[in-house]
Every structure is written in C-alpha cells, then in structure tokens.
C-alpha cells in the first residue's frame, strides 16, 4: 500500500470588516500568501460565521454596527469551542488605542489602522504559528513570496514560480531566516550537503533564482552582501 501524503489545508483567515475597500484589501493580500479566507461585514455575522466555519485565525475590525469588535471579541473568549482562535483587533487611529488596549477584550494582538500590511501579516503569522505551530509548519512565507515544501511549489504575488530542483533548495535555505547573511561556503552545505572549495556554483545558481524570481519584472529579494555573501532581504 502506498501511503499518501495529504498536502495540509491552507490556514482559513475570517475577516470582519464593514468597509468594503478594507476587506478587499486584507482579503487580496492573505488570499496571494498562501491563505484561505471567507468574510463578514457586521459583528453578529462574524460571531455565526467563526462558530460555524473554525477558522484558524480571525482579523476583526473594533467599529463595527451592530455589534462592535469588542463585543465580538468578548462573546468569542467566552466560547469555549471558539475561544482558542487568535484574534488580530484593528483599530483606527485615533479611536483611542490605548483604552482599547486597557480593556479586557482577550484580543491577542492589535494592529492600528493604517497598517503596513506587510506587518499585519507577519502579525498574523506569528499568531497562527503560536496558536497552531503545524498549520505553518510546511508553508515558508515572506513578502510576496510563498513556498510550499509538501508541493515543492512557489508563489510570487499570487503566480507560481518555476524552480529547478537546486534553486528550490536554495530558496528554501534563505526563506527559512530571512534577513540572515548566507556565505557561499554555507550555502554549498546546506544546498549541496557538501564540502566544496569551488563557490562559483552558488553565484550560477543563485544568479537563476534571481532571473526566476524576477520574471514578471518583480523587485530583486537577494541581496548580495559584499565578501560575506546572500540575503533574503527585501520588502516584498
Ligand atoms: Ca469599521
């Protein structure tokens, strides 16, 4: 019998957000890293939709009618079955921040309107991670870029990445610590697995990865760092 693996599901994302630009604008950016979501525009909606739907992660805006975010949030707490999802609260500017930090809500993060949304999510990765360490555990995600290690597949901005199967490892390799500096020497270990003296290679390689990478005429995410060696190193 041939055991199959099953790729994992996508995290499920619900946003509860009344403003229509707002939403598009979380749901665009979640849907092309790598996420799945579903969406309510009131308060009430959003409590139905996290009972019935279990999502893993819930980014709930505070001005809501009907029933406010923070309601939102304290009836969810409360619920036992529901009560462990995390919760990301927006806020606007200016809607006084600091009492809504004060309040008793459960939220487990804020994020202030207007938001980076780079930063959200980051934000929201690293409430997913906390929450669920296995719903991230396969899928390395930075910026605009998505890497499936169970498909052995690459997303940038919402469009899939051809990759050989060095330039796969090589990604692979930077996303797992963005921002560190690689040497070659490094690299050829944990590309290849092995002790090389020759470290043209590398530059071949990572010269494709780039070329790849950049396809759609996309900013370069390498930064060659001069003597020491490659970043993953930009934002997306
Ligand atoms: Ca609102």
Redesign the pocket.
Same mark, same amino acid.
Request: aromatic share 0%.
């Given at each position: 019998m041939v055991m199959q693996m099953v790729p994992p599901e996508p995290p499920l994302v619900l946003i509860v @957000? $009344? @403003?229509p630009a707002q939403t598009e604008l979380l749901r665009y950016n979640f849907d092309k890293t790598g996420f799945r979501t579903i969406t309510a525009t009131d308060g009430e909606e959003g409590v139905l939709l996290a009972r019935e739907r279990r999502p893993d992660l819930i980014v709930l $805006?505070w001005?809501?009618p009907e029933l406010s975010g923070i309601e939102v949030c304290r009836q969810l707490k409360r619920d036992a079955e529901v009560r462990q999802i995390p919760i990301m609260m927006l806020t606007a500017r200016g809607e006084e921040t600091d009492k809504v930090r004060g309040l008793d809500t459960g939220a487990d993060d804020y994020v202030v309107k207007p938001y980076s949304v780079n930063e959200l999510l980051a934000r929201a990765r690293a409430l997913l991670r906390r929450a669920n360490p296995a719903s991230m555990g396969e899928t390395l995600v930075h910026g605009d870029l998505v890497l499936d290690q169970v498909q052995h597949k690459v997303i940038r901005n919402g469009r899939p990445v051809k990759l050989g199967p060095t330039e796969f490892r090589l990604l692979t390799v930077l996303m797992e610590r963005p921002g560190r500096v690689w040497s070659r020497g490094q690299l050829l270990d944990r590309v290849w697995g092995q002790d090389m003296e020759i470290d043209y290679r590398v530059d071949v390689h990572v010269g494709r990865l780039r070329k790849a990478l950049r396809q759609e005429g996309q900013s370069d995410p390498i930064r060659t760092v001069r003597a020491a060696g490659y970043s993953l190193d930009y934002e997306g």
């Open positions: @957000e $009344d @403003e $805006d001005m809501l």
